[in-house]
């Protein structure tokens, strides 16, 4: 591809009334290089140019083909610059041409005219887009982040063939989720679907993902309570909203696993049913993908995974904060949220059978000494045997009120413990691989004398990001500090070690 050059923006009309890909790109001189790209073309060949999804490849291709313009530095922001002004120096033209530029940018990953975004934001102001470079932060992931928010659910729809010859959704009748509600084969084998090339979502930074992660978790609570009133009102529920959330979680996790890995730590005692229900979410989604399962059982099995619970918010919420040990009865009572759960599933449309099998079962254990019916190992459900170790794993990691968090090392020593008894054998042995032997949000001792909490793995499930919290040598606490492992051979990890030994909490110093 040709070399942009941001000048090319210098005093251009930008003040578009509507959203016009092909005007955008004639004015950044870049049309014919996006349109003879071999992806576009293809997509072009098998739907034609009005298919939707070549109008976003297009708007990817676009971005990527500006990326090392927007990874360049741009001059400071001028809070008296004048666009309708006369610019006679070569440094006046071009911070004029990078407001143009930026404009034009924005545009392309919201889909909006650059006039209804001002219109939207009372203006333009380019200071904290001006001031990334300067950070640290990447202008042009941060472009392609808008633009993935804005197109994720259409391209999944895609790629999961929910679509008509047109590119229109389809009915939710028609979907491909509903396939899953097919009994399945006795053992659940991978089940790989290609991708369409091109439209993968791309990786994101563990500092960019987690701001997402954390607006998912907070947007998950607001949806489940939502629900959970509706339901209670005896409100019909449509679950295509949740299914829409659980494609988010999924598709976060696609660009930085670690980022819902880490946020999923972050439990307040209080908000425990909603939290868990996310937590667990997003570690069925973690282990769905170990066992690289095709996109709709990945859905599914999420979906699943966040509904499981839902009769716990029927139980009187005294018990469920009960601090000591619960009687017979109250255990008893604990129980019946398998059932209150299903009854309050009568109230959702088109729910796939797989999420009826996760909650009859994430209480049955392996060794037949679990609830509600004491199934045996090959009669519980391996979404059941899915649900019972992301069950576990989560409720071992929270907050709640009645108990702190073991930590995840002393979670993962649990599990594996519980290997072939309460939980199969395999899935098990799969999921503690898949989380690594020091997971994201174990507390650690390295060798420079600092604490800190493991935020990331690399490639070899070892710990990458150790965020540094506390000196051992002043024994005091320390700006949170980042730490990669990877790329500092003359510091190593030493052990890993109880939080509340020196008064620390991981939820404390997972979002800066």
Known sequence: MAKFDVLCC???????????????????GCRKTILQSERVKGLIK?????????GIYMRQTALLHLKPALESKFQPYDSYFDEGALHGSTKERLYDAEERFLQLCLSIATGKSVKSLRRLNKGFNSRDLRDMYG???????????????????????????????EGRPLKRSDEVLEKVSAPEPRVLR????????????????????????????QDGGALLQQVVDQVKRGEQVDISDMSRYCDKLIASHSRNSNALLAIRHIKEPELYMTQHAIGAAVLACHLAKALQLADSYIQAITLGALLFDMGRFKLPLPLINKTGKLSDSEFSLIRKHV???????????????????????????????GYPNGKVDEEISVYGKIGAIVDAYDSMTSEQIHKTSMGPIAARAQIKKEAGLAFDRQL????LKSIGQIPVGSCVQLSNGRIGFVLTLNKDMQPSTVRQVYSLSSKTFITD??????????????????????GLQFINHIAR
Do not use: C
Request: proline share 3%; net charge negative; aromatic share 12%.
């Open 190 to 217: 991978p089940a790989v679907i290609k991708q369409e090339r091109g439209l993968e979502i791309e990786n994101t930074p563990f500092s960019e993902e987690v701001e997402t992660a954390l607006k998912l978790y």
């Open 46 to 54: 098998k739907h034609g140019t009005k298919h939707h999804i070549v």
């Open 339 to 369: 059932q209150f759960g299903e009854q309050m599933l009568q109230y959702f449309s088109n729910v796939p059978s797989v999420v009826y099998k996760m909650l009859w079962d994430h209480h049955e254990k392996v060794d037949g000494t």
């Open 428 to 431: 098990a042995a799969l999921f």
């Open 135 to 165: 950070n640290g932060r990447s202008l042009y992931n941060y472009f392609r982040r808008i633009l993935n928010d804005s197109t994720r659910d259409y391209i999944l729809d895609y790629k999961s063939g929910r679509l008509d010859e």
């Open 10 to 28: 210098f005093g251009v009309d930008i003040s578009f009334a509507y959203f016009d890909l092909a005007q955008i790109l004639d004015v950044l």
């Open 481 to 502: 500090t980042d730490i990669q492992l990877d790329k500092s051979p003359d510091i190593s990890l030493v052990r890993s070690l109880k939080p509340e030994s020196v």
